[in-house]
């Protein structure tokens, strides 16, 4: 009997609620960063454009508690502007399918691959996601990280912010609570 009362409990306590993977260690994520991402954004963007990647940055900034930051003037991070598709071809043999492309520590943008501002700023969300690890989520609504920019919903399109899952997802992959 007693063998059986040591079992149960060490199977109840092995079971517990679904949870994200971040780790429960302020050590691990201890707040502000330390060293900046250092970026570059291609003169080839023009003002507005080079405006909302600026916004999409500091959501990041705000939404991750400062745990991600950016600081201009280094290549830790390109954001290119290219003109056509075919551009992205030496780095994804799939280009025909992008809109833009986050790889090895550069993010290309088509020209034209979205007009609309809230729409390009949730694309630039989506790829510093990227950049920073995240995959694509297709389980909930509200995030920047679907496989397709055009599901972003308008939520996010008119009211820059990282999602809450958008935050957890960061802290999965940097193991970190951050502030969620």
């Not at 630039?124 to 990280?145: C, F």
């Not at 496989?147 to 992959?173: K, M, Q, W, Y």
Request: glycine share 8%; aromatic share 8%; with cysteine.
């Amino acid at each position: 009997m007693f063998w059986r009362i040591v079992a149960l409990a060490c199977v109840l306590g092995s079971v517990r609620p679904a949870t994200r993977a971040a780790v429960e260690d302020p050590g691990e994520c201890p707040g502000a960063s330390d060293r900046p991402i250092s970026y570059t954004v291609d003169p080839a963007f023009d003002a507005d454009e080079h405006a909302l990647i600026q916004q999409a940055m500091r959501a990041w900034e705000r939404g991750t508690g400062d745990r991600v930051r950016f600081a201009p003037g280094g290549r830790d991070l390109v954001i290119v502007k290219v003109d056509r598709a075919e551009a992205l071809e030496p780095w994804d043999p799939d280009w025909s399918q992008h809109i833009a492309l986050t790889k090895a520590g550069h993010i290309w943008i088509v020209d034209n691959g979205v007009t609309d501002p809230g729409l390009f700023r949730a694309l630039v969300m989506h790829e510093i996601g990227h950049h920073l690890g995240l995959a694509h989520v297709e389980d909930t609504p509200l995030t920047y990280m679907h496989s397709r920019i055009n599901d972003t919903p308008e939520e996010l399109r008119t009211r820059v912010r990282l999602p809450e899952r958008d935050g957890h997802d960061f802290c999965a992959v940097h193991r970190c609570t951050c502030a969620f």
